[in-house]
């Protein structure tokens, strides 16, 4: 028999109709339910689930009988750490089909550790302003409802399977009145997509994504057919690499990700109007490649194997950087030399067992420590002057003391303490007396 609270780590004790707390920002309580638990799953079958955030929020924690008859909000595929994630545990159970909830047979959304409390504040404290941009999936034959008129000209527009040159013309069309909408070609399951030819139809696209098409994209030779002035592009990775020499017309690029490409990879220097670079599963001897980029503002370095850092205080004027599960890497010392950085997020990096002295870090508001089971000596951050939120997440290794630096530093105003317990956590928490962080941190103001 499930004790409650249970803060789980697997999805063992999972079942549906449970419910856990979302603590929120303003001290109030959300509330999630589990729809679905599918333990036969290759992937994530120990520590995923199908779960929903409801149209319920409370002074006191979720009780059977509070949340009776509460719609549902969200539905989406997590990993258990949803549940703990700022504090939740999960509280009890109520049957499903009590509140005439029935999960849906396929769930194709695919939710962050954070996303349950970022629902619930943006629901009941920011109110749920209209959304600034829309998801749809396509495919052939388009239907009036694929092509209805967009409200907010922003968002994805994907699809998964190739479409009809009648049904692509159509929508090349339709993209000439939304010049900030994306396109994204993905999946192929049905290896459909084998090359980029398409883009004929889309002469006015400026915004492209072609990812998760590993076993059938074989050219990029169809990006001919985008405008010079292209201005977002996502290449993710395939069996084969791919020769990236033809990305050089697109000179005005702002945005950029690539997976896995490294056939010409020194094209990206050549992109001076770079904002935004995301790197995944790529490995450089430096970063000397990236020197060039002096616009450049945000960085996300992933997976892959550059090891040396030390030309980043010279990459652009960084004010965001990432770096996650880069194998080998144990010096991340110039990090702390980046004058411009606002928010810096460091991920599975397990052989990092320092952190660097932020002194020179004037802007350095947020800091987001994930799975770095290396550390444990946090009395760097001390060093911050600006420091102003400090996130914690599956730092299971740490004890509530080792948060201790913290304490009475000026500026800090709230801290996520994720060390794996409830215990733990809330120890934490009384010793530095800070809420935990709420909503995503806005780097691009002062």
């Not at 194709?108 to 349950?116: S, V």
């Not at 998801?135 to 209805?148: D, G, H």
Request: proline share 7%.
């Amino acid at each position: 028999m499930t004790s409650y609270p249970l803060t789980p780590k697997t999805n063992a004790h999972l079942r549906p109709g449970q419910f856990w707390s979302i603590p929120l920002a303003d001290g109030r309580f959300g509330c999630g339910r589990v729809l679905r638990v599918e333990h036969d799953k290759a992937v994530g079958g120990r520590t995923r689930f199908i779960g929903a955030i409801l149209d319920w929020v409370g002074e006191a924690p979720p009780s059977s009988e509070a949340i009776a008859g509460r719609d549902v909000l969200a539905v989406g595929n997590a990993h258990v750490r949803l549940i703990s994630f700022g504090g939740g545990a999960i509280l009890g159970e109520r049957p499903l089909d009590a509140d005439r909830i029935e999960p849906p047979e396929r769930v194709d959304t695919y939710w962050g550790d954070g996303y349950g409390v970022m629902r619930a504040e943006r629901r009941f404290i920011a109110g749920d302003p209209a959304p600034t941009s829309e998801f749809r999936q396509v495919s052939s034959p388009l239907s009036p409802e694929m092509l209805r008129p967009s409200f907010t000209g922003r968002g994805v527009v994907q699809f998964s399977k190739r479409l009809t040159d009648d049904d692509f013309r159509q929508l090349g069309e339709w993209f000439r009145a939304y010049p900030e909408m994306t396109l994204r070609a993905y999946g192929s399951y049905d290896h459909s997509i084998l090359d980029l030819e398409f883009l004929r139809f889309f002469p006015t696209l400026r915004r492209f994504a072609a990812d998760a098409l590993w076993d059938s994209l074989t050219s990029l030779d169809g990006l001919r057919h985008l405008p010079a002035d292209l201005q977002e592009l996502g290449i993710g990775a395939t069996r084969a690499k791919l020769d990236l020499a033809i990305l050089a017309r697109f000179r005005e690029l702002t945005w950029l990700f690539l997976e896995g490409q490294t056939k010409h990879l020194e094209v990206i220097a050549g992109f001076g109007a770079l904002d935004d670079l995301t790197l995944r599963s790529i490995t450089m001897p430096d970063l000397s490649l990236l020197l060039p980029l002096k616009r450049l503002r945000s960085l996300d370095l992933k997976l892959g194997g550059t090891r040396d850092l030390g030309l980043l205080p010279r990459v652009g004027e960084l004010r965001y950087l990432e770096l996650w599960m880069i194998r080998g890497l144990t010096d991340v010392a110039a990090v702390g030399q980046i004058s411009t950085l606002r928010s810096l997020f460091l991920q599975a990096l397990p052989q990092v067992d320092a952190l660097p002295n932020f002194r020179r870090a004037t802007e350095l508001r947020r800091i987001r420590l994930e799975g770095m089971k290396g550390l444990r000596d946090l009395s760097p951050l001390a060093t911050a002057p600006a420091l102003e939120g400090v996130e914690l997440i599956d730092m299971r290794h740490m004890k509530a003391e080792d948060l201790a630096p913290l304490v009475g530093l000026p500026q800090l105003k709230a801290v996520t303490p994720g060390l794996g317990s409830r215990r733990k956590n809330e120890a934490a928490a009384a010793m530095l007396g800070l809420p935990y962080v709420s909503g995503s941190f806005d780097w691009t103001t002062p």
